[in-house]
T-cell receptor, first 113, second 113 residues
């Protein structure tokens, strides 16, 4: 069945450094790739997403890249801040309305002041 | 912080008892989802519903049941057949149209002893 792998499972960086989280997916029909952030004790929230017709998308300090040929996509956070500390989930879906979304296992990011 | 609500926040049950988790949304979303979250395993899909009176099994549906009698409500019943029911349960809904963002509820932590 469909599967999304995510690495690393934990990541610790110094404040101001960059953080990169990588994901691979198995369903070649996937064309929508969201990233969710879950702070401790809170619900997951969408922070950025990308569709298969673009290779990169940026929103302030956050960027996502997509390589459809290799079936992998990555989240890049620059100039990390303590409030970036959270669990990040990548996901993949076929993008059709109401299609199921397959989530990766998550990356716990700690930003050390 | 309204939109999609889950109740209760914490739930305790004895082994062998069925228990129903509530999920309500006032976002007028057609699609609703139930996920189970365990440490290190991300979000695993239990059931999802694209429209009233219709629902599909996700990846880990065994031991769970759902109903979708109203657009606003998608309750999840954890039956005694679920071998390891203790977990954090998240409900989500998705808007129709071009956005595929999932909106999550605050979650219910179920403990079965």
């Amino acid at each position: 069945g469909e599967n999304v792998e995510q690495h690393p499972s934990t990541l610790s960086v110094q404040e101001g450094d960059s953080a990169v989280i990588k994901c691979t997916y198995s369903d070649s029909a996937s064309n929508y790739f969201p990233w969710y952030k879950q702070e401790l004790g809170k619900r997951p929230q969408l922070i950025i997403d990308i569709r298969s017709n673009v290779g990169e998308k940026k929103d302030q300090r956050i960027a996502v890249t997509l390589n459809k040929t290799a079936k992998h996509f990555s989240l890049h956070i620059t100039e990390t801040q303590p409030e970036d500390s959270a669990v990040y989930f990548c996901a993949a879906s076929r993008g059709a309305s109401y299609d199921k979304v397959i989530f990766g296992p998550g990356t716990s990011l700690s930003v050390i002041p | 912080d309204g939109g999609i609500t889950q109740s209760p926040k914490y739930l305790f049950r004895k082994e062998g008892q069925n228990v129903t988790l509530s999920c309500e949304q006032n976002l007028n979303h057609d699609a609703m989802y139930w996920y189970r979250q365990d440490p290190g395993q991300g979000l695993r899909l239990i059931y999802y519903s694209q429209i009233v009176n219709d629902f599909q099994k996700g990846d880990i549906a065994e031991g769970y049941s759902v109903s979708r009698e109203k657009k606003e409500s998608f309750p999840l019943t954890v039956t005694s057949a679920q071998k390891n029911p203790t977990a954090f349960y998240l409900c989500a809904s998705m808007a129709p149209g071009q956005s595929y963002e999932q909106y999550f509820g605050p979650g219910t932590r179920l403990t079965v002893t």
